[in-house]
């Protein structure tokens, strides 16, 4: 089984930190939602290509582990693997490391489901995504 991911370079910005210089912690959100974008992008999954298919994915589950600060000005790397799983999820892992030393700073993981156009869940796998991991052997 082929391992899909995708590593994006981030650049810390002075609007990411609190007072002490360190990225407040809501926006992980966004660097994980950066690197699900470069992700789509590169595998053909991205929010338009599954909306072109009539279908939403949303987000129902998100979880960050803090375990080093990130820090203004710093350069750090975020990673994405695809998880494969059998059930009509789309599920990534993250890794957040210092682009200088390799050093882990963050991790994650997030859940997104299948809905329709009505809002409706969608217990089963789409067919477009069924066709999608086939294609990538996942």
């Known amino acids: ?9 981030l650049k810390i910005r002075f609007s990411e930190v609190d007072s002490m210089h ?16 470069a992700f789509g992008r590169q595998y053909g999954l991205g929010y ?4 072109g298919q009539g279908f939403y ?3 129902v589950e998100m979880s960050v ?17 695809f998880r494969p799983t ?7 892992d993250y890794e957040i ?18 809905m329709d156009m009505e809002y409706r869940l969608v217990w089963a796998n789409p067919e477009f995504y ?5 294609k990538w052997n996942v």
């Open 1 to 9: 089984m082929a391992e899909l991911k995708t590593t994006v370079p």
């Open 22 to 37: 360190i990225v407040w912690h809501g926006h992980y959100a966004t660097f994980f939602e950066d690197a699900r974008e």
């Open 48 to 51: 338009m290509d599954i909306y």
């Open 57 to 59: 994915a949303p987000l």
């Open 65 to 81: 582990k803090y375990r080093k600060p990130v820090l203004y000005d710093m350069n750090p790397d975020v990673t994405i693997c």
């Open 86 to 92: 059998d059930a009509a999820k789309i599920v990534f």
């Open 97 to 114: 490391t210092d682009h200088a030393g390799g050093e882990v700073l963050a991790t994650g993981h997030t859940v997104q489901v299948f």
């Open 130 to 134: 069924l066709n999608w991991k086939m």
